[in-house]
């Protein structure tokens, strides 16, 4: 009586909807993914139904997406139509409210915004241009720990992961001078961190939306809001230091000059808000810091599980950047191990497990029929653990990132590129993945180069938890450096 085949809804040309798992009335499929770890929870309906489903959760219709095979039909002939994430709950908030960039629609507003953050913050030449400030970061990292191998304190790798990525994000947006004497960054960080204890809510919310506005309620928007407000406040008055320098001190390359400049300017190519601004800086933050400081995490509780790799990316530091002197980020490209070790930390534990978007028009996937408006959840952690695409998944072998020898054609390396999709894909896809590697990559290279790792028991404990909508371990590691050279470089 409570279980029930979905009627099997076609298109005009008689094209099925994609399989689904029994469901039940009214609540649909959410009885298989209340676990804790969603990811999880979809990884196994999928293994038991297949790669490409349709599930209901209330009225909410969802198409999941488990292999590389179906995502890359969807990144190649439907990206534009995926390119949009649906509207959020919240209008007026500056987190996660619909003047937003991540939840924006793909449209002029986002490309508009998408152009500052890629020729100012992201892309290849704003990132030379703000080096300084990371190699500075990356130096009192590396002076933190050291203090702390003096004293003999262990230290939680995530939270000082996490200092190095806000710090750098802050000061590459905000400039150094400002942050560095009222403590902004310290400010803007715990912002941060309240906002991810928001997040589960905030994605309840969301997925609901529709349901909750016919029934008049808005679910969390008042803890929601009272972030907001303590992030309007502060960029706020940032904005407003930063309109009031002196005109010599305005060098108008840097992005929030240039987002002024277009809202002052009454012929601007996109006339954006005070508003839009704020939301914008508020997803920059969001979606920058603790995910990169996740990722050094996950990556170094898996090299200290694996000491013969430990030894290797040493040995490969050792030869190409010598004992005299600190990793620097110039020196990553002639780093393929520890870049390869990068890589494999995030496809087995990737921070952000599941992409979420919309589809605009109803379509065709892999012969089934998909209508409009039905979100789409990209099972990111499936995807790169698929035993179909990925020798011995379940486990850490950074030498598959090596390059490989043999010739593939141009559609077999799209996809196979698609079975690595941490950063996600297409239009939507991360624009900070190369800052990202930075991060990462001179983090864990410092503190494998620097010190030595001591931990409580034989192994770090890999179990996962879900902190706010990201992937992390459910017990942060702990651990005590000890310093590799008598003097500090
Ligand atoms: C290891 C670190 C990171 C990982 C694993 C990561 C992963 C992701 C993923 C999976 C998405 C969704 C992509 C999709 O829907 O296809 C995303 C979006 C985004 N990421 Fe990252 N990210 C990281 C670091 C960063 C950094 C450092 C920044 C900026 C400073 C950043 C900025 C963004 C933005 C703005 C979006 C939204 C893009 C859009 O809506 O078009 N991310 N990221």
Request: charged residues 25%.
């Amino acid at each position: 009586l409570f279980f029930r085949k979905p009627s099997s809804r076609r298109d005009a040309h008689g094209c099925d909807l994609p399989p689904s798992p029994p469901s039940l009335p009214v609540i649909g499929h959410l009885h298989l993914i209340l676990s804790s770890l969603v990811h999880k929870s979809f990884q196994k309906i999928s293994s038991n139904y297949g790669p490409l489903l349709h599930l209901r959760i209330f009225n909410v219709p969802i198409v999941l997406v488990s292999s590389a095979s179906v995502a890359y039909d969807i990144f190649r002939v439907h990206d534009l139509n995926v390119s949009s994430r649906g509207s959020p709950p919240f209008e007026e908030s500056l987190l996660f409210g619909s003047t937003g960039f991540i939840s924006a629609p793909y449209g002029d507003y986002f490309k508009f915004m998408k152009k500052h953050l890629v020729t100012k913050l992201l892309g290849p030449q704003a990132l030379e241009r703000s080096r300084l400030i990371r190699t500075n970061e990356l130096e009192r990292f590396y002076i933190n720990l050291l203090d702390k191998a003096t004293k003999k304190e262990s230290v939680e790798i995530g939270k000082e992961a996490m200092k190095l990525s806000n710090n750098s994000i802050c000061k590459m947006i905000m400039g150094t001078s400002c942050l560095e004497e009222k403590g902004e960054a310290e400010r803007v960080r715990g912002l941060i961190i309240e906002s991810f204890y928001l997040t589960k809510k905030f994605f309840l919310a969301f997925t609901l939306r529709g349901l909750l506005e016919k029934l008049g309620i808005s679910l969390f928007k008042k803890e929601i809001m009272g972030v907001s407000r303590r992030f309007d406040d502060l960029l706020e008055r940032y904005l407003r230091e930063h309109e009031e320098k002196p005109d010599n001190e305005h060098q108008d390359t840097d992005m929030i000059d240039a987002l002024l400049a277009a809202y002052r300017d009454e012929k601007a190519e996109y006339k954006i808000t005070r508003n839009q601004i704020k939301a914008f800086l508020v997803d920059i933050f969001i979606a920058g810091t603790d995910i990169s400081a996740l990722t050094t995490q996950g990556t170094m509780a898996e090299i200290i599980n694996n000491p013969n790799i430990f030894v290797r990316i040493r040995e490969e530091i050792d030869s190409v950047v010598g004992k005299s002197r600190l990793i620097q980020e110039t020196d990553l490209p002639k780093l393929p191990y520890l870049q390869a070790v990068v890589k494999e930390g995030l496809r087995l534990h990737p921070p952000t497990p599941l992409m979420v978007r919309e589809f605009q028009e109803g379509c065709k996937v892999k012969g089934f029929y998909i209508p409009a408006s039905t979100t789409l959840v990209v099972n990111g952690y499936a995807v790169m653990r698929d035993p179909n695409v990925w020798e011995d998944p379940e486990e850490f072998k950074p030498e598959r990132f090596l390059a490989s020898s043999r010739l593939m054609q141009e559609d077999e390396i799209r996809e196979q590129a698609l079975k690595y999709i941490a950063f996600g894909s297409g239009r939507r896809g991360c624009p900070g993945a190369n800052v990202a590697y930075i991060f990462v990559g001179t983090a864990i290279g410092m503190i494998v180069q620097c010190f030595d790792w001591r931990i409580n028991g034989e192994k770090v404990d890999m179990k996962e938890a879900i902190g706010g909508l990201n992937l992390t371990l459910a017990h942060p590691l702990k651990c005590t450096p000890v310093a590799r050279f008598p003097k500090p470089f």
